[in-house]
């Protein structure tokens, strides 16, 4: 009898990430409400972010009068989408220590307990590259962030410290300098305005990277569950099995106090996943440009 195989995440499925571009930039562009207020962001100088948000200032929403979601101290764009690869983190971990697709247990043969150990293992080389490939984009690449020097390599630069910057005393070598001035947070958090370049949206670049990451191994997982489960309604779980088959090797003894935890790590990557691909939505509908959108994606 064939081997029946996990089914894998199509490809297409990633067509949701232009889709949802597009559609928002559709409504960017159809909504008078989302055009008046992107011209109005591009003519207004950008203040530096608060260093400690309050929850109360988060929630003063009649600050401006255009929709919460285009307001950048929207509560989930501070506490969720700034804070967003600790989000994945714990989603992904929760996936790695609750899923029967990854967790060794004494209840299993060997074989079955190095199949899982080597699946997790496999899962977490994924995300490390992830993670790497993230932290290079946005956060350091050597000094400023490779988003970062996109943005100056086209031309773009801190617009009003640029100024000052010859009489500022910044300390440290002339490249810590530079980089002190060349990085777009570096810039926001002096009072400067990051203008004039190609400015990679890094939401959109985190938020397809993380929700497709965690998708990806939430059906990954959430199929071999099912699998199990199916074989055991049919009463195969006594076939003896190849540590080799990455399907079957599956949790035929699963605990039974694991069930709750599984359900409730999927529903928190599902959740992390849903809201990740909202805000995506929100970016696309009030933030950056069409190029500055789909260039990252
Ligand atoms: C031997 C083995 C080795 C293995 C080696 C690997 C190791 C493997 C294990 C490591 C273990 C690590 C473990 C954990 C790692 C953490 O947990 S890290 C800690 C948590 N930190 C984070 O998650 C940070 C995540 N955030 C980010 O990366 C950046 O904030 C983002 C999301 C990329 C966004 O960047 P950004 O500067 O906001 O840029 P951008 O998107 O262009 O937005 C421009 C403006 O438009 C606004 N905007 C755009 N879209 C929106 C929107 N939808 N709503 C509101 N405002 C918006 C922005 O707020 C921004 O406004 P300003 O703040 O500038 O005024």
């Given at each position: 009898?064939?081997?029946?195989?996990?089914?894998?995440?199509?490809?297409?499925?990633?067509?949701?990430?232009?889709?949802?571009?597009?559609?928002?930039?559709?409504?960017?562009?159809?909504?008078?409400?989302?055009?008046?207020?992107?011209?109005?962001?591009?003519?207004?100088?950008?203040?530096?972010?608060?260093?400690?948000?309050?929850?109360?200032?988060?929630?003063?929403?009649?600050?401006?009068?255009?929709?919460?979601?285009?307001?950048?101290?929207?509560?989930?764009?501070?506490?969720?989408?700034?804070?967003?690869?600790?989000?994945?983190?714990?989603?992904?971990?929760?996936?790695?220590l609750f899923?029967?697709?990854?967790?060794?247990?004494?209840?299993?043969?060997?074989?079955?307990?190095?199949?899982?150990?080597?699946?997790?293992?496999?899962?977490?080389?994924?995300?490390?590259?992830?993670?790497?490939?993230?932290y290079l984009?946005?956060?350091?690449?050597?000094?400023?962030?490779?988003?970062?020097?996109?943005?100056?390599?086209?031309?773009?630069?801190?617009?009003?410290?640029?100024?000052?910057?010859?009489?500022?005393?910044?300390?440290?070598?002339?490249?810590?300098?530079?980089?002190?001035?060349?990085?777009?947070?570096?810039?926001?958090?002096?009072?400067?305005?990051?203008?004039?370049?190609?400015?990679?949206?890094?939401?959109?670049?985190?938020?397809?990277?993380?929700?497709?990451?965690?998708?990806?191994?939430?059906?990954?997982?959430?199929?071999?569950?099912?699998?199990?489960?199916?074989?055991r309604a049919?009463?195969?779980?006594?076939?003896?099995?190849?540590?080799?088959?990455?399907?079957?090797?599956?949790?035929?003894?699963?605990?039974?106090?694991?069930?709750?935890?599984?359900?409730?790590?999927?529903?928190?990557?599902?959740?992390?996943?849903?809201?990740?691909?909202?805000?995506?939505?929100?970016?696309?509908?009030?933030?950056?440009?069409?190029?500055?959108?789909?260039?990252?994606?």
């Open positions: 009898m064939a081997t029946p195989t996990r089914p894998a995440p199509s490809p297409a499925a990633l067509l949701i990430y232009p889709a949802t571009l597009l559609l928002g930039s559709l409504f960017s562009v159809i909504s008078p409400v989302a055009r008046a207020t992107r011209d109005s962001s591009l003519r207004l100088p950008k203040s530096a972010a608060p260093l400690a948000p309050s929850l109360a200032a988060d929630l003063h929403l009649s600050e401006n009068p255009v929709n919460y979601f285009a307001r950048k101290n929207n509560i989930f764009n501070i506490y969720f989408v700034k804070i967003g690869w600790l989000w994945t983190t714990v989603a992904f971990v929760s996936l790695l899923q029967p697709a990854y967790r060794a247990s004494s209840s299993l043969s060997q074989a079955q307990q190095q199949t899982r150990v080597r699946r997790a293992l496999q899962a977490f080389l994924r995300y490390a590259i992830a993670t790497t490939i993230w984009m946005t956060q350091w690449f050597f000094g400023p962030a490779i988003i970062d020097r996109s943005f100056l390599v086209t031309g773009g630069k801190c617009e009003e410290v640029m100024e000052r910057a010859g009489k500022m005393d910044l300390g440290g070598s002339p490249s810590t300098q530079v980089e002190t001035l060349f990085s777009a947070a570096a810039c926001k958090a002096a009072g400067g305005a990051w203008r004039g370049g190609h400015d990679i949206s890094g939401h959109v670049f985190m938020l397809v990277l993380a929700t497709a990451l965690l998708a990806h191994e939430a059906v990954g997982a959430g199929a071999f569950s099912a699998f199990s489960a199916s074989n049919d009463g195969d779980s006594a076939r003896e099995r190849k540590a080799s088959d990455p399907v079957v090797s599956g949790p035929m003894n699963e605990e039974p106090d694991s069930g709750l935890a599984r359900k409730w790590s999927l529903r928190l990557v599902w959740g992390v996943v849903g809201l990740g691909w909202w805000m995506l939505f929100m970016t696309a509908i009030w933030f950056h440009t069409w190029l500055e959108k789909v260039s990252c994606s």
